[in-house]
């Protein structure tokens, strides 16, 4: 018998769907209560967090105490499997690039533990190029994806309240949990400084939105998925009823090699590697839509080369892999001495922060271009792995209960110190807009491939002056803020133009996007302003990878409005028999 | 699906790991759930269960390594009036595990532990764990203290910033450490605010705005 043989599945599809994350699970969730019969394509194994999820575990049931591991970068309770290195599946930088590419491998991919952190683009973030004269425009105007953003909020929920803040919408919210006690310190101390602190907007629900889901019981754990779906994620929310249409089958462990084409220049099917078997297979449909993650579906079309299309699929326009951008991001902690020695009670509330600041200023009277939002943290968490990691540079700081103590120490005193300290702690984290740059890409390595044969993307990417001076003024902004809340900085007060004043490399905030973006000039862009290639009218990508720009928010909420939209473009499409 | 419901649910679900959802719609399948717990492992890879399994097939430290580490721990972290000691939470245990974990702590550990017996040799005769407590003290007296201890010390000084930061992590996130420590949270409950009493103390209040727009629940 042959080693390897390839395995042609008879049965053909409306549509095969590449990655299970927010894009494609929108997509199979859309289609399939269209009636369409989808082939949905996850390159790891199943993942349902009523199951799978470590919810409620206390610390001490991880040998580790909830310590990060290569499988887990954000701790050892979190709901992502993998991260920044996964075994097997390398990929390359060119020298002085240093993009940081994070991939899960899971259903539902990386919304199992996102930060749920669910923002609508605003008018101005389709248009930038129209106010700083940078990047480019989308074809798309915010006009045209409200209804899909109101259908979003309608379906999956999201928490917040209705300022009538230009460039930061209004939504349909459900009410927002109140403020933690630091949370009244940051909003009074930024608010003495002009600095705006609203209710934050995540897909938490605080009510009940349908008979499936449960309602949030305040645990503070949605990083480790939620077992009675009262977040987001894209496993529990989409592809499980999704796949209760009887529409869907998926597939998983199942890595994408290429897709496949017919004589007539149309996508006709996907060929994978099954990991557990590790045959390989084919499936045929009418349509493919790439969800795999910007830089995955950009790897896939780069890999789908032949005759007809030597520099890979969709890409005459030679766009797909470049204009790859991430958010900015820098933060700083401190801790609040009025909180010391506070009282004790449940403060975990809803998973992640209460309240958030926007975009507050104009870049026009800015020495960098685009805004960027500031996330908080703090409170009486979780002690878990790294729980008052080095005191010895804290309890020399501060009379503890009256009485000054020699730095370090041990025994009764410094259990006290220990107990005293407890909840005073206070973090900050900027997350920025970059400029999409076409000198900012990824390409296969012509040297390199993964376990599977399947070449490996290179990445030339680095940050410009304009990202770096929005870092800077990221760390004067949060150092202000702590000063006027009376608290000393405790970490990231060094940083500076040394280290780009602590900006993470790019990748590292986990927003890739920008390497098959939209636009109305095929020779400029890969799809057109319904997600649907330019180059070739049946195959589609609704991930990160269509955005033109990334504004200053998280790009989840806008992923899941576009690909709701492109799935119900292609309906009509089909009922039209513009795709056959 | 209601609160009641939810919570119903995850009580199966935590206690079993059973599936909830099915639970919540139908109390047979509830106790069904309960009847066939699944695996405590659920949430696990493949991977992860055999790289935690050949970590606890492996071990580190030698016993008498072990043997100071335990005293050190319960030096950083004794029993007082309010918790119990380190090695009551078994924090050695721990930092066994910790190391071969992260590997990156073995020669901190190991040569610091080394770096005291010698120290201790020199000066009392005997290694560190065989001295008497109070040359034990002495000896933790002159690393303890980062900003006073003598130059020729520093090395110490860095090894026991570890141990004590090793230390007070592994007993913190057990049992013993959450209820010193006074982390009540980790349940299902409803985030009604901060507590009155709280708001008072601090001169904070809750604006009209939050009050109206905020998810509240009733006191009963």
């Known amino acids: ?194 600095i705006p602190v609203i209710p934050s907007r995540l897909s938490i629900l605080t009510k009940p939105i349908n008979k499936d889901r449960g309602s949030c019981f305040y645990c503070s754990q949605c990083g480790r998925s939620c077992k009675v779906y009262a977040d987001f994620s894209s496993s529990s929310c989409l592809v499980k009823p999704a796949i209760a249409t009887g529409n869907v089958d998926l597939v998983v462990n199942a890595m994408a090699r290429e897709v496949l084409m017919d004589r007539d220049g149309l996508a006709k099917g996907v060929s994978y590697v099954n990991k557990e078997d590790l045959q390989e297979y084919q499936v045929y449909g009418r349509t493919v839509i790439l969800a795999a993650s910007a830089c995955e579906s950009a790897r896939l079309l780069l890999n789908s080369k032949s005759e007809r299309y030597p520099n890979g699929l969709a890409n005459s326009s030679g766009v797909v892999g470049k204009y790859l951008h991430d958010s900015t991001g820098a933060d700083m902690g401190g801790i609040i001495p009025a909180l010391f020695d506070r009282k004790r009670y449940n403060e975990d509330g809803v998973g992640g922060m209460h309240v958030y600041t926007p975009w507050w200023l104009d870049n026009k009277k800015l020495d960098f271009p685009r805004g960027y939002h500031i996330e908080y943290g703090g409170g009486l968490g979780m002690p878990l792995y790294g729980f008052s990691w080095g005191i010895e540079k804290l309890n020399g700081m501060f009379k503890v209960k009256g009485q000054q103590k020699e730095a370090g120490g041990y025994g009764a005193s410094l259990k006290e110190d220990y107990r005293y300290f407890y909840g005073a702690h206070v973090g900050m984290a900027g997350r920025g807009e970059s400029i999409a740059r076409e000198d900012s890409y990824c390409e296969i390595d012509p040297n390199v491939v993964d376990k599977y044969g399947i070449p490996v993307l290179k990445f030339h990417t680095q940050w410009t002056d304009y990202e770096i001076k929005q870092a800077k003024h990221m760390k004067e902004t949060f150092a202000e803020i702590l000063h006027s809340m009376g608290a000393l900085v405790t970490w990231g007060g060094d940083d500076g133009p040394h280290n780009n004043y602590g900006l993470h490399n790019p990748g590292v905030i986990i927003h890739e996007a920008g390497t098959v973006r939209m636009g109305d000039d095929p020779r400029k862009s890969v799809l057109n302003k319904y997600s649907q290639a330019h180059d070739v009218k049946n195959l589609f990508c609704v991930d990160g990878g269509q955005f033109v720009s990334q504004a200053d928010k998280n790009i989840t909420w806008t992923i899941l409005a576009l690909a709701m939209r492109a799935s119900d473009y292609l309906i009509s499409e089909m009922k039209k028999q513009n795709i056959a | 699906m209601d609160r009641r419901d939810s919570l119903k649910a995850l009580l199966v679900t935590t206690v079993s790991g059973g599936v909830l959802l099915e639970a919540c719609k139908n109390p047979q399948t509830e106790k069904e759930a309960a009847a066939k717990p699944a695996a405590n492992d659920a949430d696990r890879m493949e991977e992860e269960k055999l790289h935690d399994k050949k970590l606890k097939d492996e071990t580190f430290f030698k016993s008498e390594e072990m043997a100071t580490i335990g005293i050190l721990a319960d030096i950083i972290i004794p029993k007082d009036n309010v918790s119990g000691s380190a090695t009551d939470a078994k924090v050695p245990d721990f930092i066994e595990f910790i190391v071969k974990d992260m590997p990156e702590y073995q020669t901190p550990m190991r040569g610091g532990l080394r770096w005291l017996d010698l120290q201790c040799l020199n000066r009392y005769g005997n290694p560190f764990k065989d001295c008497p407590h109070n040359q034990q003290i002495e000896m933790v007296d002159r690393i303890a203290y980062p900003n006073k201890a003598k130059p020729d010390m520093a090395q110490g000084v860095a090894f026991f910033n570890l141990m004590r930061n090793l230390t007070a992590t592994g007993f913190y996130t057990t049992e013993i450490g959450w209820k010193d420590v006074g982390y009540v949270g980790n349940t299902p409950n409803q985030w009604n605010g901060v507590p009155d009493d709280v708001l008072k103390q601090y001169d904070m209040a809750y604006t009209e705005k939050e009050l109206k727009e905020c998810v509240s629940f009733s006191k009963a």
């Open chain 1, 1 to 194: 018998m042959c080693a390897v043989q390839i395995k042609k599945q008879a049965k053909k599809y409306d549509a095969i769907i590449v990655g299970s994350g927010a894009g494609g699970g929108m997509a199979a969730y859309t289609l399939a209560n269209a009636g369409l019969k989808v082939c949905l394509i996850e390159a790891g194994p199943n993942y349902d967090p009523a199951v799978n999820s470590s919810q409620l575990k206390p610390a001490w049931e991880s040998p580790r105490r909830g310590a990060r591991t290569q499988f887990r970068p954000f701790g050892d309770f979190d709901g992502c499997f993998w991260g920044w290195n996964i075994d097997g599946e390398p990929y390359t930088n060119a020298e002085n690039s240093n993009w940081e590419w994070f991939r899960a491998r899971m259903v539902g991919g990386r919304t199992n533990h996102w930060g749920r952190i669910s923002l609508r683009f605003g008018p101005k973030d389709f248009k930038r190029k129209d106010i700083d004269g940078l990047g480019d425009n989308w074809p798309i105007s915010y006009d045209d994806v409200k209804p899909y953003y109101d259908k979003v909020d309608k379906l999956i929920g999201v928490f917040g309240t209705n300022e009538g803040l230009y460039n930061d919408p209004d939504g349909i919210f459900l009410p927002p949990p109140k403020p933690r006690l630091h949370e009244l310190f940051i909003k009074k101390a930024a608010g003495n400084i002009g």
